[in-house]
């Protein structure tokens, strides 16, 4: 099936349809149609307007990455990943029309204990899947979590949260050119919000042992509204993994 299904109302009737790896499952449970021509297993997915024009797409990453319509019709594929296992939407080049797909590729799997051997790259797609860039790799690791952090700055545009990269290289933020924007200074799993209502999100490097929380400039702790609740999103209250969701409409 994959890793785990992900519920959005992509027709707007106002009941949910469930995408459970590379089916779609209307509120009831009834298959409405399938991905085509994919191995393995879906190991992420995104739900996004990503062409602009006005719907939700679907965008599916496993032994490809494919985007397509709500109805299930295929807009196109990228097969320049060997094993797509990481996927994320935002304007990480708001010069051009429509999201970018950042995502992950692991091409080198050499599980040692610690994730320390094997390789992987991120890469970036723009609107119609063609190829933006690939990283080229030179250290190990093959457990690198990609996801897309917005308004770390006010007025920024969405960058690239890479982190668990391995052999030393620290959790980072990057561009939609692949510059590194910002590094953070502890290894650990990631997760991002705007914890104050400031309106810029936050990033928490977190292990067993700490959380620290990195801004991207100095913030009064105190909350901007206090006593009123911060709207969450879907991906703060139904966290995985492996990083997954939608982008708002």
């Given at each position: 099936?994959?890793?785990?299904?992900?519920?959005?109302?992509?027709?707007?009737?106002?009941?949910?349809?469930?995408?459970?790896?590379?089916?779609?499952?209307?509120?009831?449970?009834?298959?409405?149609?399938?991905?085509?021509?994919?191995?393995?297993?879906?190991?992420?997915?995104?739900?996004?307007?990503?062409?602009?024009?006005?719907?939700?797409?679907?965008?599916?990453?496993?032994?490809?990455?494919?985007?397509y319509?709500?109805?299930?019709?295929?807009?196109?594929?990228?097969?320049?990943?060997?094993?797509?296992?990481?996927?994320?939407?935002?304007?990480?080049?708001?010069?051009?029309?429509?999201?970018?797909?950042?995502?992950?590729?692991?091409?080198?799997?050499?599980?040692?204990?610690?994730?320390?051997?094997?390789?992987?790259?991120?890469?970036?797609?723009?609107?119609?899947?063609?190829?933006?860039?690939?990283?080229?790799?030179?250290?190990?690791?093959?457990?690198?979590?990609?996801d897309?952090?917005?308004?770390?700055?006010?007025?920024?545009?969405?960058?690239?949260?890479?982190?668990?990269?391995?052999?030393?290289?620290?959790?980072?933020?990057?561009?939609?050119?692949?510059n590194?924007?910002?590094?953070?200074?502890?290894?650990?799993?990631?997760?991002?919000?705007?914890?104050?209502?400031?309106?810029?999100?936050?990033?928490?490097?977190?292990?067993?042992?700490?959380?620290?929380?990195?801004?991207?400039?100095?913030?009064?702790l105190?909350?901007?509204?206090?006593?009123?609740?911060?709207?969450?999103?879907?991906r703060?209250?139904?966290?995985?993994?492996?990083?997954?969701?939608?982008?708002?409409?």
């Amino acid at each position: 099936m994959g890793h785990y299904p992900w519920v959005y109302d992509l027709d707007g009737d106002g009941r949910d349809e469930v995408m459970a790896g590379y089916d779609l499952l209307d509120a009831d449970g009834k298959l409405k149609w399938s991905c085509r021509d994919l191995d393995d297993h879906a190991d992420c997915l995104w739900v996004g307007d990503v062409n602009g024009d006005g719907l939700p797409e679907l965008v599916v990453g496993g032994s490809v990455t494919v985007m397509y319509d709500r109805d299930g019709r295929e807009l196109w594929r990228y097969e320049g990943s060997i094993e797509s296992q990481h996927l994320a939407l935002g304007r990480f080049c708001p010069e051009l029309p429509g999201l970018q797909i950042a995502g992950l590729d692991r091409m080198v799997r050499e599980d040692d204990g610690k994730g320390l051997k094997g390789k992987d790259a991120m890469f970036l797609l723009d609107q119609n899947g063609k190829e933006l860039w690939k990283e080229e790799r030179t250290t190990d690791g093959w457990l690198t979590i990609v996801d897309a952090v917005s308004m770390f700055w006010k007025n920024a545009p969405d960058y690239i949260l890479a982190y668990r990269r391995g052999e030393g290289v620290l959790p980072a933020l990057y561009d939609g050119k692949m510059n590194r924007v910002a590094q953070f200074a502890e290894q650990g799993y990631a997760v991002h919000g705007d914890l104050l209502g400031s309106g810029t999100e936050q990033v928490i490097i977190y292990t067993d042992e700490l959380a620290a929380v990195y801004a991207g400039e100095p913030l009064p702790l105190a909350a901007v509204h206090p006593g009123r609740p911060l709207p969450q999103p879907k991906r703060l209250y139904s966290s995985t993994l492996y990083p997954g969701g939608e982008v708002e409409l």
